[in-house]
């Protein structure tokens, strides 16, 4: 496991400004994702936003970040009635903290970009992250690990 802390810096959301160093829950989902409204960034926004209910019900605050606007990401919000806080993090610092900016092959070009990653954190620290993570049924995922590092 990565030492991987929270940095103590506020960043721009789709519902103001967010420090993920003060979030107040016990547990905080954080996950990256490559581009608002793609299909699988829109897979899994909708997979945490529908299970939000039961994130709750665990004390756990989920968090997506990627280099998209805020106007981006209020817009991604509201055409897909997503329930989950957006981070923008177009100066890519919360990208390079987490290490998720990596080469990647697009139609034979190399590229810069997010590897879907998610990370949990239990009172400020990492206790599980996901790297190279595929869309679909990933928030599902998530959720029974949770719960299960919960029980712990």
């Known amino acids: 496991m990565s030492e991987i802390s929270l940095p103590n810096q506020t960043f721009p959301a789709t519902t103001g ?16 994702y490559p581009k608002d409204s793609t299909p699988g960034c829109t897979t899994q926004a909708i997979g945490f936003s529908c299970l939000k209910d039961q994130f709750d019900a665990l ?14 990401h209020q817009n991604f919000t509201e055409k897909q009635n ?7 993090d ?6 390079n903290h987490f290490d998720v900016i990596k ?3 697009m139609y034979g070009k190399k590229v810069m970009g997010i590897e879907r990653s998610t990370f949990i954190f239990h009172n400020g620290k990492l206790v599980k992250e996901y790297r190279k993570v595929k869309a679909a ?3 599902e995922q998530v959720l029974e690990d949770l719960k299960t590092l919960q029980q712990a």
């Open 137 to 139: 049924g990933h928030a």
């Open 59 to 72: 004390n756990t605050t989920i968090i997506g970040i990627s280099r998209d606007s805020v106007k981006a």
């Open 90 to 95: 177009k100066e890519e610092a919360l990208c």
């Open 103 to 105: 080469e990647k092959n």
């Open 17 to 32: 400004e967010i420090n993920l160093a003060e979030v107040k829950s016990d547990w905080l989902i954080v996950y990256f």
């Open 82 to 88: 997503l329930t989950i806080n957006l981070i923008s």
